[in-house]
């Protein structure tokens, strides 16, 4: 199987951009997803297909790729952001992988 | 809407097994894949395996595979997940998720299943 490796933690200020990032070899020829979890509560999705986002997910929360790399970008953050963020891939066996988690910090 | 819920919390000892059901509802059941995630304290999701809930093929992570088994009941729209030879580090909250056919990822999940395991 392959990893994905996200940074353990980012801290942003309320209003300001924040950006996670998601590494893997095999991200160039696989989708990411990414989930938000909060304390006590099961995942949610947020972005998929790379740069998708779900019904009823704000539009403050978008996706990008590009080679290794996949990045979640949530702009102007509030309060409410705070949680960890996983990413996820699929292989053609729809095995899944996850990424190790973010936890995003509101100043 | 789609629903998923999960049987309550288990308490089981070294060695034992534990069976953890998710009741669907709100979609057809076996036109989608259902998925086993688990978490164990402060620890990363971590997946299991998947059974296609149509015709009940399945596909095992190797650090499970021969300790887990993934079925599912069509008539009662569950899908179970047994662990077997438990240890203390399968004390986690297990999940199930349901995938979708625009995305190879969970777009619903059950409220979670704790699992403790400890003699």
């Known amino acids: 199987s392959y990893e994905l490796t996200q940074p353990p933690s980012v801290s942003v200020s309320p209003g300001q951009t924040a950006r996670i990032t998601c590494s893997g070899d095999a991200l160039p020829k696989q989708y990411a997803y990414w989930y938000q979890q909060k304390p006590g509560q099961a995942p949610v999705l947020v972005i998929y297909?790379?740069?998708e986002r779900p019904s009823g997910i704000p539009e403050r929360f978008s996706g990008s790729s590009s080679g290794t790399t996949v990045t979640l970008t949530i702009s102007g953050v509030q309060a409410e952001d705070e949680a960890d963020y996983y990413c996820?891939?699929?292989?053609?066996?729809?095995?899944?992988?996850f990424g190790g988690g973010t936890k995003l910090t509101v100043l | 809407q789609v629903q998923l819920v999960q049987s309550g919390a288990e308490v089981r000892k070294p060695g034992a097994s534990v069976k953890v059901s998710c009741k669907a509802s709100?979609?057809?059941?076996?036109?989608?894949?259902m998925h086993w995630v688990r978490q164990a304290p402060g620890q990363r999701l971590e997946w299991m395996g998947w059974i296609n809930a149509g015709n009940g093929n399945t596909k095992y992570s190797q650090k499970f595979q021969g300790r887990v088994t993934i079925t599912r009941d069509t008539s009662a729209t569950t899908a179970y997940m047994e662990l077997s030879s438990l240890r203390s580090e399968d004390t986690a909250v297990y999940y199930c998720?349901?995938?979708?056919?625009?995305?190879?990822?969970?777009?619903?999940w059950g409220q979670g299943t704790l699992v403790t395991v400890s003699s």
């Open positions: 996820q891939s699929a292989d053609s066996t729809n095995t899944w992988v």
């Open positions: 709100g979609y057809t059941f076996t036109s989608y894949a």
């Open positions: 297909k790379d740069s």
């Open positions: 998720a349901r995938d979708s056919t625009i995305a190879a990822a969970g777009i619903a």
